[in-house]
């Protein structure tokens, strides 16, 4: 968890910096996940940090939906693709985006548990909310039930995506699928800007992927054959 308080210090630095910079200027970053989704997870914890700590954050919007394959049945009850528990922490995620809706402080809490996921941790998840500094809002909104009714506007949102998603990750930018070529969003978010409002940041993330993409086999690996979670429906 110390690389994830290490996160959080230096995206705040960066971020109250770069505060000048107009909402026109945002590009927007959508997610459409699944709390247990291995690869969701992998993408969240690994991948999207690199816009927090470069400041790149600023000049995004950036959208978390965490409902993914997940489907309603006829009598309204949700069904997940990794089960209830699934649909539990896809519920406390919303809940988190609704109870701390600035960025920095929902992402943390989702950052969190997601690691915990990767780490096979997920009885901590709870703890996250100690670790990140926040209160038991999130907790509450889900055991009186708004967390079912958040998902359920999470469902209506990812049903009317076009073209459909057929897995999560599902990335978006500008209402622009990248569908298997996800992993390389920077890419797509930069060239968002146009050539003269480019953030400094871009430089910079796309300078350390392209380091990554030459020292890690495993990226050309995904990129040829990614990693995701198909919907079943």
């Not at 599902?170 to 930069?190: A, D, R, S, T």
Request: aromatic residues 10%; negative net charge.
């Amino acid at each position: 968890m110390a690389s994830y308080q290490r996160l959080c210090i230096t995206s705040c630095t960066i971020f109250f910096c770069l505060l000048s910079l107009s909402s026109s200027q945002k590009v927007t970053l959508s997610l459409y996940y699944e709390a247990l989704c291995p690869f969701c997870a992998e993408f969240i914890v690994n991948r999207l940090p690199k816009i927090f700590e470069t400041g790149l954050i600023s000049s995004i919007d950036l959208q978390l939906v965490p409902w993914g394959n997940a489907a309603i049945r006829p009598d309204g009850t949700i069904l997940c693709q990794h089960g209830e528990a699934e649909c539990a922490l896809n519920a406390i995620h919303a809940c988190a985006i609704n109870a701390y809706p600035d960025v920095m402080k929902h992402f943390g809490y989702i950052y969190c548990t997601e690691q915990l996921v990767l780490e096979n941790k997920l009885e901590k998840w709870a703890d996250c909310l100690e670790m990140v500094g926040l209160s038991r809002a999130a907790v509450d909104c889900y055991i009186n039930g708004y967390g079912n009714q958040l998902e359920q506007r999470y469902a209506e949102e990812t049903s009317e995506l076009y073209p459909a998603h057929r897995f999560v990750p599902w990335v978006v930018v500008n209402n622009l699928p990248l569908q298997e070529n996800y992993q390389n969003f920077v890419m797509y978010v930069c060239n968002a800007y146009g050539s003269n409002q480019v953030p400094e940041a871009c430089r910079i993330l796309n300078s350390s992927v392209e380091t990554l993409s030459r020292s890690n086999s495993s990226v050309e690996k995904l990129s040829n054959s990614p990693q995701v979670c198909y919907s079943n429906h």
